[in-house]
């Protein structure tokens, strides 16, 4: 009964897209007709790991060239999720994000363990730790391309629903150049804020070595205010990333890429309890505020070797990351520490987590287009994390201050062996065949440096508690492609993504109904997509897809509240169907209109160690809109030879979504209408633009959260009201 009720959704899916697609086609070809636009850019990406173009890909790719994401007024990684269909890029603060593709989201953002969804930077993967993705800026970015589906099998642990590929640019040694942007920002009904962006290319050779420097500083306004501390705007935020790159071609076969990647992030106080407001009223006051910072270093060098048949590929990488957070539960101390009883009780949860990790992927791409395209290599990581979680309590009536620690210690190694083809049966019909072994080991302690004296449940100190976990798995791909024509293919495919487990900081001695460590999860994706490219100046792409999540890294809670581990428990599903089209419309006008519907839930009942239903059959999977739609159009019309004016208008709408998979009302967030409006003009002394963010000033939210300790309120994370900003850039 199942599989039929699956097969009939499927069949609406397919139908529903059909149809849409049909609606589009009839209404492009009518503007082709009229239009002697100029053609769509032509996108080269890399997403398979050799050069091909956007259109003639068999997956699901989304691309944007860096100054398209400029031109549409992105500062950072998070914003480009308004534009692309099935995905979304969240964050409950600034600095950090979270990322979901296809309903496939990090359900426990776990310290130990990996995240969900790929994230990187050139070749360095920058997703081993969920949550806690860097959200750098997009200043000075050659493109960004976002794979739809498991990548499993080239990029690996950690892209079970896709992954998200930040491609920089790379020093020019033909000659020197630079430019800049400044920008001012004015948030209503807070304060006001700004950035400052730059980069400059330095030829030292001619045609052999070249350098370049990119640096951002943005320092986003605050809005929300804290009456317990007479305080306002306490969310603003400094936000810096300095990029070093190198390039040395001393011959046409070789290229050396030496890069270096420095990003910091603060923020003071990131969550409310209403719009604009942190005031847990009839609970207790605010002890503090929230403070929190991440440092993101990453190294890199990539040889590329052209052999003629195939090109060599080196690519190593050492990353450095540190996270540190001050979480102010001073409300929650109420509890144990009634004010009448204990007066000016002040309490905060504290954690610093860092991880090094050291990468190397050697492989060899074929050459050209053959009818055998294929790229075969290996890959390693070693990584280690060391965290500590603890609390401060403050009783300044006995007086007394409390400060109980623990200590993880997390060592992986991993390596992978991966194959990825693509054969030309036929002048029409290609097939494409894939696969990738894995193998990981992690070893953890958890040590309690000190405990308390106060009865809060915390582990005696010198409590040790360890473990390990290990994995080997292949992550498969199969597809065939059917091309109708130069400008129109279908492809079908199935591929498997697969997540490592990890290691959990509850003491089991303490919670023996919970435990010490869990497994790794997998996702299987079946998938039918269209893309065509119309006319010269109109495009249109399509998939319904079938994904089937097993093994679900679910988080738990103690009954106490105050531990949350991961479980392996249950499994989900997602039927779902995107469609992106766009182009121009006449001389002057460009459109684009992005659709995405997704049934991503859990399968069956889901249990903790004391048999308490944790969540329900059917519940949705968090962070995840069923439907969500972004409407774009940019206006260009030339006033003089040297002037030009461009405006731009982009609409996302998406329906509510929950925090956690219980589905609790409590930590609903409901649907989101955001509104963009820019205008500007372009001349030879520059470009300046006028743009107000959240036109409409909704108080829509991202993500609700219960405190460290009992539910006694929600802390949310909103979207910034409407902002009005002030943008001038010109070349140097």
Do not use: C
């Not at 999720?81 to 426990?108: E, H, Q």
């Amino acid at each position: 009964m199942r599989n039929l009720q699956l097969s009939r959704l499927s069949l609406k899916l397919a139908v529903a897209l059909a149809t849409m697609g049909a609606a589009f086609l009839a209404v492009s070809a009518a503007n082709a007709a009229t239009s002697n636009a100029t053609t769509l850019d032509e996108i080269v990406i890399t997403a398979q790991k050799r050069a091909e173009t956007l259109q003639d890909i068999p997956i699901s790719v989304y691309a944007i060239s860096g100054a398209d994401i400029e031109a549409q007024g992105i500062t950072s990684v998070q914003g480009l999720a308004n534009s692309v269909a099935g995905v979304t890029i969240g964050s409950a603060n600034p600095g950090n994000m979270y990322l979901n593709i296809r309903g496939t989201a990090d359900l426990s953002s776990n310290y130990q363990g990996s995240s969900v969804n790929g994230f990187y930077i050139d070749e360095v993967a920058m997703s081993y730790v969920p949550g806690y993705m860097p959200d750098v800026g997009v200043f000075d970015l050659e493109r960004v391309e976002v794979l739809r589906g498991p990548q499993g099998t080239l990029f690996g642990d950690g892209s079970l629903g896709g992954t998200l590929r930040v491609i920089t640019k790379k020093p020019d040694s033909t000659s020197f150049f630079g430019r800049y942007k400044v920008d001012f920002e004015s948030v209503e009904g807070g304060g006001a804020g700004f950035g400052v962006q730059s980069s400059i290319n330095l030829p030292i050779q001619k045609d052999v070595l070249a350098a370049s420097l990119s640096v951002s500083y943005r320092n986003p306004p605050g809005w929300i205010d804290v009456p317990d501390l007479h305080k306002n705007n306490t969310n603003d935020a400094k936000l810096g990333d300095y990029r070093l790159a190198v390039r040395y071609t001393p011959t046409a076969a070789l290229t050396v890429d030496a890069s270096y990647l420095y990003s910091r992030s603060t923020f003071y106080d990131f969550l409310a309890t209403s719009p604009g407001v942190l005031n847990p009223a009839g609970v207790g006051p605010v002890g503090g505020l929230s403070p929190s910072a991440a440092t993101v270093k990453v190294a890199a060098l990539t040889v590329s070797y052209d052999a003629g048949f195939a090109t060599f590929v080196s690519a190593s990488a050492a990353t450095d990351a540190v996270n540190e957070a001050t979480r102010d539960v001073s409300s929650a101390l109420q509890v144990v520490f009634p004010p009448e009883l204990v007066p000016g009780a002040s309490a905060s949860a504290l954690v610093n987590a860092q991880s090094q990790a050291l990468s190397q992927e050697f492989r060899l791409v074929s050459n050209g287009h053959n009818n055998l395209d294929w790229t075969v290599g290996t890959y390693a990581l070693h990584e280690k994390r060391d965290i500590e979680d603890g609390y401060t309590f403050n009783l300044p009536v006995i007086p007394y201050v409390d400060e109980p620690l623990e200590h993880t210690k997390q060592t992986g190694t991993s390596w992978a062996a991966f194959a990825d083809a693509n054969y030309r049966l036929t002048e029409h019909i290609s097939a494409q065949i894939g696969d990738r072994f894995f193998s990981d080991k992690k070893d953890f302690s958890l040590t309690q440096i000190r405990g308390s004296i106060l009865p809060l449940g915390f582990a005696p100190a010198g409590t040790v508690q360890t473990g390990s976990e290990s994995a080997k798995t292949s992550s498969p791909k199969l597809g065939l492609t059917y091309k109708i024509s130069n400008d129109t293919l279908v492809f079908v495919k199935y591929a498997k993504g697969f997540r490592s487990g990890g290691s959990n900081t509850v003491p089991v001695s303490l919670y023996p109904y919970a435990s010490s460590q869990y497994g790794p999860e997998s996702l299987y994706s079946y998938e039918i997509g269209l893309k065509s490219k119309l006319s010269d100046n109109w495009y249109l792409n399509s998939s319904v897809y079938h994904n089937k999540w097993s093994g679900l890294q679910l988080p738990f809670r103690t009954t106490d509240n105050r531990y949350t581990y991961t479980t392996n428990a249950g499994t989900a599903s997602a039927n779902g169907a995107e469609l992106e089209t766009g182009g121009h419309v006449g001389e002057h006008v460009n459109l684009s209109i992005a659709y995405a519907y997704i049934d991503s839930k859990i399968d069956r009942n889901v249990y903790d160690g004391l048999d308490n239903l944790i969540a329900r059959a059917d519940n949705a999977i968090p962070f995840t809109s069923k439907n969500k739609l972004t409407l774009s159009s940019t206006y260009t019309q030339a006033i003089t030879d040297t002037l030009k004016s461009v405006s731009e208008v982009r609409y996302r709408w998406a329906t509510s979504t929950y925090s956690e998979p219980g589905n609790q009302a409590l930590y609903e967030n409901g649907s989101t209408s955001q509104l963009f409006v820019a205008t500007g003009m372009s001349g030879s002394w520059g470009t300046v633009r006028l743009y107000v963010d959240n036109a409409l000033n909704r108080t829509d939210s991202s993500a609700k959260i219960p405190p460290p300790g009992p539910n006694l309120y929600v802390l949310t994370s909103y979207l910034r009201p409407r902002t009005f900003g002030i943008e001038f850039s010109d070349n140097w």
